[in-house]
Nanobody, 126 residues
Framework: VQLQASGGGLAQAGGSLRLSCAAS????????ASWFRQAPGKEREFVAA????????SYADSVKGRFTISRQNAKNMVYLQMNSLRPEDTAVYYC????????????????????WGKGTLVTVSS
């Protein structure tokens, strides 16, 4: 699986960005997907996760109510809508997937994931 994240850029505090993650293989639709981020000098951290069937999702407390994860399996795409951005959201954002036979599981651990994209930089100015 090859993953390509896009949609990063510069935003003002309070603004919005939408990240996209495109997967290269058809069987991507059986994978759970997640977004992580890594700020300079910090460890990679969980942001949001979604199950294969899109019914279940989970968010880090720091983004709950502001970010929304979604997916379109027919297009092998996962999205992260980011609203009410804050300077502390500045980071490189990575999409990742985990191969799973469960259609209702999601994963939030860095070590849980099987495949990673290269990341897209999000910078939020105050």
């Amino acid at each position: 699986v090859q993953l390509q994240a896009s949609g990063g850029g510069l935003a003002q505090a309070g603004g919005s960005l939408r990240l996209s993650c495109a997967a290269s293989r058809q069987s991507y639709s059986t994978s759970a997907a997640s977004w992580f981020r890594q700020a300079p000098g910090k460890e990679r951290e969980f942001v949001a996760a979604i199950s294969w069937n899109g019914v279940r999702s989970s968010y880090a407390d720091s983004v709950k109510g502001r970010f929304t994860i979604s997916r379109q399996n027919a297009k092998n795409m996962v999205y992260l809508q980011m609203n009410s951005l804050r300077p502390e959201d500045t980071a490189v954002y990575y999409c990742a997937v985990k191969d799973t036979s469960s259609d209702a599981s999601y994963y939030s651990g860095v070590d849980d994931m099987d495949h990673w994209g290269k990341g897209t930089l999000v910078t939020v100015s105050s």
